[in-house]
C-alpha cells in the first residue's frame, strides 16, 4: 500500500506569484475598501461641509489629513471634475461633477416617504400626536396624521387645511417663503384679521428658534408646535407638528419639541437641505 503524499505548503514567495483570483481560492479573506477612495470621499465631505470655498488648510484639517495628502487629493479630484480651485483666491469647492451627482441623488430622494417612518417612530416613543403638512392650493394641507397615547380628539383630520397666520404649521410654512410668496399667501388669508398680525416679527422668531409654538390658538385645549423639513432651497417641504391637550405634562414638551426637532433636523440634511438657527428668509436681501 503506498503511502500518501503530503500536501505542499505554499510560502509566502509563492503566494505573491498567484493572481488575484488564485489567490483567492487558496485563502478567502473579507471584502475591503480601496483607502485612497475613501479618503477623497472623506476630502469632498470637507469640501461639502464648508458653507463657501475653502482654503487647503481648513480643507485638511477638516478630513484629518496634512496640507501635502489633502493637496495631492484635491489635485486628482480637480482632475475628474470633482473639486475645483478658484484661480484668483486659490480657495477649493465643490466640482460641477460633485454637483451633477449630489442633482442626480436629490433627484431619487422622496422626501414623504423618507419622513414618514421617521416620525410614526418619533410617536411611538413620545406619545404625542403628530401630523405632517405639506403645502397645497389652499394652504397648509395634512396629509399624514400619527395619533399618539391617548390620541387628541379634534376636527381636524387628513386633508384639513390650517390657516397661515393662525396656527404654528402656517406660521412655519410662512417663515421660509420668499417675499413674494408672502405677500401672495397673506392676501389670500381670511382666518384672521390680518392688521392685527406682525408677520415681519413672527417670519424672525420662527427662523430663530426653527420652530412654532401656539397655545390654544386654533381650536381652544390643544397646544401645538411645528419644525420645518428643508429642501435644498431652504423652504419648508413638509411642516411635522406636535399637538398636545391638558393630559399631557407641560413640563415635558421643552424634551419632546427637542426630540423632534433632532428628527426634523436629519431628515433635512438628508434631503441636502441646511439646518440653522440664524437664517435668513429665502429670497431676502443682504443686510448693508
Not at 83 to 98: E, I, V
Not at 170 to 185: D, I, K, P, Q
Not at 247 to 258: I, L, Y
Request: net charge positive.
Amino acid at each position: 500500500m503506498r503511502a500518501k503524499k503530503p500536501r505542499p505548503v505554499m510560502t509566502t514567495k509563492a503566494m505573491k506569484g498567484l493572481r488575484i483570483d488564485e489567490a483567492s481560492a487558496v485563502t478567502p479573506s473579507p471584502r475591503r475598501g480601496i483607502q485612497s477612495v475613501n479618503i477623497g470621499f472623506r476630502v469632498l465631505a470637507a469640501l461639502a461641509a464648508e458653507p463657501e470655498p475653502a482654503a487647503l488648510g481648513v480643507v485638511a484639517k477638516r478630513s484629518g489629513l496634512s496640507a501635502s495628502q489633502a493637496h495631492r487629493y484635491l489635485a486628482s479630484l480637480i482632475a475628474s471634475g470633482m473639486a475645483h480651485q478658484d484661480a484668483s483666491s486659490g480657495r477649493y469647492d465643490l466640482g460641477p461633477q460633485a454637483i451633477q451627482i449630489g442633482l442626480a441623488a436629490l433627484a431619487r430622494t422622496d422626501v414623504f416617504a423618507d419622513a414618514d417612518p421617521a416620525i410614526a417612530a418619533f410617536t411611538r416613543e413620545t406619545g404625542r400626536t403628530t401630523l405632517v403638512a405639506a403645502r397645497g392650493p389652499l394652504g397648509p394641507t395634512i396629509v399624514r396624521w400619527h395619533a399618539g397615547r391617548p390620541p387628541v380628539t379634534t376636527s381636524l383630520t387628513v386633508g384639513s387645511v390650517l390657516p397661515l397666520l393662525g396656527s404654528a404649521t402656517g406660521h412655519v410654512f410662512l417663515s421660509f417663503m420668499n417675499a413674494e410668496e408672502v405677500a401672495s399667501a397673506i392676501d389670500n388669508e381670511t382666518s384672521i384679521d390680518k392688521r392685527a398680525v406682525d408677520v415681519d416679527a413672527i417670519r424672525k422668531k420662527v427662523r430663530g428658534a426653527m420652530s412654532a409654538s401656539v397655545d390654544e390658538t386654533l381650536i381652544p385645549g390643544l397646544r401645538a408646535t411645528a419644525v420645518p423639513i428643508l429642501d435644498i432651497q431652504a423652504r419648508a417641504a413638509l411642516v411635522v407638528t406636535m399637538i398636545a391637550t391638558s393630559a399631557f405634562d407641560r413640563r415635558n414638551d421643552q424634551a419632546v419639541v427637542e426630540g423632534l426637532m433632532r428628527v426634523c433636523r436629519s431628515l433635512t440634511e438628508k434631503i441636502g437641505g441646511q439646518w440653522s438657527t440664524s437664517r435668513k428668509p429665502p429670497g431676502s436681501a443682504s443686510p448693508r
